[in-house]
C-alpha cells in the first residue's frame, strides 16, 4: 500500500548484450519412415473415391475460374506440421493449399484435374506423397456449414446489430491463390451489391471535419486517407493479397442464406457492440493531483471519454471523440482515468506503487443501448489516433464485446488490434471482460496486448482470490490469456466501491507505463515480459493469467538476494541459440547448483501469423531454456518442453506448445544439481510452419523474428551479493537496463 516512508533503492535490472552462438539444425524430411502403412490402402482407396465424387459434383458446387475450395481434415496423429500435406496438394495435381483450417487444411481444387487426381491417389505416388496419402483422413468440399459453424442463419442473424438498411456482419472472402479463381470471385462478390449487401457507412469521415475544427490536423489526415467505401477496399485488397475482410449491411434472413451460399465468403461473423462495465455510482470527492503531474508517462485511454473536473488537468492530450458525448460511458471513462492518474491514492488500503501517470482521452465507447462505432470504425479511428501521438506507447483498452471468444478462431477485433500494436509499436493493456459470461471476451484474443484479469484482495491489501466477477481462459490458439491479473474490486473517482477487470487493467496500465519510461531500449514486449515475469503465480492459471505483478519491487527492478537480466535476440527457424553464463558462486554449493530462477520469453511471431488459420493462427513458436553442465553436456536446470514426444494435438492443448509466451520457474535451493563446470547457458530456438501461406518455399526464407528474455536467478543465502558477482563476471556485457537507476520514490511521488 502507498505509503509514506522513504523505499529502499534496489539493483536495476541488468541488459545482457553479449551476442549468441547459433548452431544450424538440419530439418527432417519426410521418408518411408512416416508413412502409416497399416491405414495407406485404405485411405488410397477412401481419398480417391472421395475426389472422384468432387469430380461430378463440382459443377453444382460453388466454384470460380473453374476451381473450387475443399476441406482436408488429418488424423490426429498427423497435426505436427511434418506431416503437412504439400506434396500430395500441389499444381501439378490441380490443387494448391490455401491455409491451415480446424484439424487440417484448406485445398484449391482445379475441377477439371480431379478426376486424374483421384486416379493418382488409387494407383501412383512417390515415398512423399504415400506419407500425405496415409496421414490424410479425408476431403470434401469446403461448405455453408463450414461458413456457420454450427449456428443457424436464424441465430446469427438474431446475433447481430440492427442498423438503418439491415443486420451488420463481418466477412472474410475465400482466400483463392489462383488469379483466374480470385478474379471470378471478386467478380461475384462485387454483384452481391445489388440487393444482398451493401456496405456499412463509417463514422470517421464526419470526425475528420471536427478534428480540423480543434485544430488536430494529423489526425484529421490520416481520417482523410481512409476510404469510404470499405467494401471497395476489401475488393483493391483482394486483388492484391487474395486475402481480405470487410464488415456489410444485410437487408434480412434470406439475404444473409444467399450471401452465405455465394461461395465468396469462408467465415462469417456477426458484428457486435463494442461496451464497459456498468460504473458505480457515487458522489465526485475533491482530490489534488500531484504536483510532478508534467513529467509523469501518458497512457492513452481509449474508453467512454473524460469529464470529471478534478483530473482534467492530468489530460496530456484529447483525440476528437468517436462517440457523441450524451452517447458516450463517460463515467466509466472518469473511473478508468482516475485509477490510471493516481489509483494508488484512490485505494491506500491496497498494496499499490505510487506511479502517477498523465492521460490521453479518446472517447471511443458507448453506454450500452446507445450505437458505438463498428469493429472497423474503431480500428481506422485507433490507428489514425495512435499515429498521431507516437509519445503515448502504453493504451488502456478497459472495454469487450458482448460475445466469449472461440475456441479456434481469434475475432477480427484481436487480430486488428494486434497489427495495430505490432505496426506502432505500441502496448496495449486490455481488459479480459467480466460476467456473466463463461470465458473471455473479445478482444481478449489480442496476442500483442497485456490482457488482464481481476483478483481480489486480502485483508492486508495484498492480492487475494480470484475475482468472481472476472472471466477466464485461456484464449484460443494456445493463446495464455490473461497474461496478469490485478486488484478488480476498487475504489475510484465516484467514491464508491465497484468491481470489474475494467479497473483492474486501469491499475496495471501505469505500472506498464513507467516501465516503458524507465527503460533504456524499450520495447512493448519487454515491458509485457517484466510484468509477467516478475509476478506471483509462477505458473499459468486460466483465471488469474501468471499472477499479479509484483507490486512492491518495481519491473526495472531487482528483489533483493536476486540478479534479473533482460535482453532482446534476432532468431532464426533451423538453428538453435545459446548464450553463456558464468556461474555466479553464490549459486554454487560443494559442486552442487542450489537456488532459484526464473526465466520469461516472448516471441513477436508477425509476420507468421495467419487469421485464416484457427488452430495455427500462429506459424511460429519459441523453446527456451536455462541448461547446467553435466558430463560431457548440458541438461535443462528450468525451462524447454519434450514436445517431440507427446502427439502434437497433446502438445497444443495441454503444454500451449504455439503459444509465443513461455514462462518457467524452478526452485532448485533443497537438493540441487551437480555441475560439471563453471557456466550456465541460455538455450533458445524458433521453429516455424506453413510457409507456403507467406509465400516461402521452406524455413530458410523466413525472416528473423524477434524475442525478448528475462532472467532471474537467487541463491540459498540472502546475504551473498549474487547480483554484483554477475555483474563483475559479464563486465562489459551488461549494463543498466534503465535511464535513471537513482531514483527513489518517496511517499507518493517519483
Known amino acids: 500500500m502507498a505509503s509514506d516512508s522513504r523505499r529502499p533503492l534496489l539493483n536495476p535490472v541488468l541488459r545482457f548484450t553479449k551476442e549468441p552462438r547459433p548452431e544450424a539444425i538440419t530439418g527432417r524430411g519426410k521418408s518411408a519412415a512416416g508413412i502409416k502403412t497399416e491405414r495407406l490402402t485404405t485411405q ?165 471535419t471536427a478534428a480540423d475544427a480543434v485544430g488536430d490536423r494529423a489526425v ?180 469487450n464485446q458482448d460475445l466469449p471468444c472461440s475456441d479456434g478462431e481469434v475475432s477480427y477485433l484481436g487480430h486488428a488490434l494486434a497489427e495495430l500494436a505490432r505496426r506502432h509499436d505500441v502496448l496495449l493493456v486490455n481488459s479480459i471482460g467480466n460476467a456473466p459470461a463463461g470465458r473471455l471476451k473479445r478482444p481478449a484474443d489480442c496476442e500483442a496486448a497485456l490482457t488482464v484479469g481481476g483478483r481480489l484482495h486480502t485483508e492486508t491489501g495484498k492480492p487475494g482470490d480470484k475475482c468472481p466477477v472476472s472471466l477466464a481462459g485461456p484464449g484460443p490458439c494456445s493463446m495464455l490469456k490473461p497474461d496478469v491479473s490485478h486488484f478488480s474490486h476498487v475504489r475510484a473517482l465516484g467514491g464508491a466501491v465497484i468491481s470489474g477487470s475494467s479497473f483492474a487493467t486501469a491499475l496495471t496500465s501505469p505500472l506498464a507505463a513507467h516501465t516503458m519510461e524507465r527503460l533504456r531500449h524499450p520495447n512493448p514486449d519487454l515491458v509485457r515480459a517484466l510484468l509477467i515475469h516478475g ?66 520469453a516472448i516471441l513477436n511471431p508477425h509476420p507468421m501469423v495467419d487469421e485464416f488459420a484457427g488452430p495455427n493462427y500462429f506459424s511460429a513458436r519459441i523453446n527456451t531454456a536455462v541448461q547446467y553442465p553435466r558430463g560431457d553436456g548440458f541438461t535443462n536446470l528450468l525451462g524447454s518442453m519434450d514436445t517431440d514426444r507427446i502427439r502434437e494435438q497433446v502438445a497444443r492443448t495441454d503444454h500451449y506448445k504455439w503459444c509465443t509466451v513461455r514462462h518457467h520457474h524452478k526452485d532448485f535451493s533443497a537438493r540441487g544439481h551437480q555441475v560439471d563446470g563453471d557456466t550456465l547457458r541460455i538455450y533458445a530456438r524458433v521453429y516455424t510452419r506453413d510457409h507456403y501461406v507467406y509465400g516461402y518455399a521452406s524455413a530458410d526464407e523466413v525472416p528473423a523474428l524477434n524475442a525478448v528474455f528475462v532472467l532471474s536467478l537467487s541463491g540459498i543465502d540472502d546475504g551473498a551479493d549474487i547480483y554484483n558477482q554477475l555483474r563483475d563476471q559479464l563486465g562489459v556485457f551488461v549494463e543498466p537496463s534503465v535511464i535513471h537507476s537513482d531514483i527513489e520514490i518517496e511517499g507518493g511521488d517519483l
Open 220 to 399: 484529421a489526415h490520416a481520417l482523410r486517407a481512409i476510404p469510404t467505401d470499405r467494401v471497395g477496399r476489401a475488393l483493391r485488397e483482394y486483388r492484391q493479397r487474395r486475402r481480405a475482410r470487410t464488415s456489410v449491411l444485410v437487408p434480412s434472413r434470406e439475404a444473409l442464406a444467399r450471401l452465405v451460399a455465394s461461395g465468396t465468403v469462408v467465415r462469417l461473423d456477426p458484428v457486435m457492440p463494442i461496451v464497459t462495465t456498468q460504473p458505480g455510482e457515487g458522489r465526485e470527492p475533491d482530490r489534488p493531483l500531484p504536483a510532478n503531474l508534467a513529467n509523469a508517462p501518458i497512457v492513452g485511454v481509449v474508453d467512454g471519454g473524460l469529464d470529471a473536473s478534478s483530473y482534467l488537468p492530468a489530460e496530456a492530450w484529447r483525440a476528437p471523440p468517436l462517440v457523441a458525448s450524451a452517447a458516450a460511458e463517460v463515467m466509466h471513462g472518469n473511473r478508468v482515468t482516475s485509477l490510471i492518474v493516481q489509483g494508488y491514492d484512490w485505494n491506500n488500503n491496497l498494496t499499490l506503487p505510487a506511479l502517477t501517470c498523465r492521460v490521453g482521452t479518446a472517447a471511443a465507447i458507448a453506454k450500452r443501448g446507445h450505437r458505438g462505432p463498428t469493429e472497423e470504425d474503431l480500428i481506422d479511428y485507433l490507428d489514425a489516433v495512435i499515429g498521431a501521438h507516437p509519445e503515448t506507447k502504453v493504451w488502456n483498452l478497459s472495454f
Open 44 to 208: 488410397r482407396a477412401r481419398l480417391s473415391e472421395a475426389i472422384a465424387d468432387m469430380a461430378e459434383q463440382g459443377a453444382r458446387h460453388p466454384h470460380f475460374g473453374g476451381r473450387a475450395v475443399a476441406y482436408a481434415a488429418m488424423f490426429e496423429d498427423s497435426l505436427a506440421p511434418t506431416w503437412t500435406p504439400s506434396d500430395l496438394f500441389q499444381p501439378s495435381h490441380g490443387a494448391r493449399l490455401i491455409a491451415p483450417h480446424a484439424q487440417g487444411y484448406l485445398v484449391e481444387l482445379e475441377l477439371a484435374a480431379l478426376p486424374r487426381f483421384s486416379a493418382f491417389i488409387r494407383n501412383f505416388g512417390t515415398v512423399r506423397d504415400e506419407v500425405d496419402i496415409s496421414r490424410v483422413e479425408m476431403v470434401r468440399f469446403y461448405d455453408q456449414s463450414d461458413v456457420l459453424q454450427d449456428r443457424s442463419i436464424d441465430s446469427l442473424w438474431e446475433q447481430a446489430v440492427e442498423q438503418e438498411g439491415g443486420r451488420a456482419f463481418f466477412l472474410w472472402l475465400t482466400p483463392f491463390r489462383t488469379g483466374d479463381a480470385a478474379e471470378q470471385l471478386l467478380l461475384q462478390f462485387a454483384g452481391l451489391r445489388d440487393g444482398i449487401i451493401a456496405p456499412t457507412r463509417p463514422q470517421l469521415p464526419d470526425l475528420a
Open 535 to 600: 509476478a506471483d503465480g509462477g505458473v499459468y492459471d486460466p483465471a488469474l493469467g501468471f499472477g499479479t505483478p509484483d507490486l512492491v519491487t518495481l519491473p526495472w527492478e531487482c528483489q533483493p538476494g536476486t540478479v534479473t537480466l533482460q535482453w532482446e535476440a534476432e532468431l532464426r527457424d533451423r538453428a538453435s541459440y545459446y548464450w553463456e553464463l558464468p556461474i555466479p558462486p553464490a549459486l554454487l554449493h560443494n559442486g552442487r547448483l542450489r537456488g532459484q530462477g526464473r526465466l520469461t
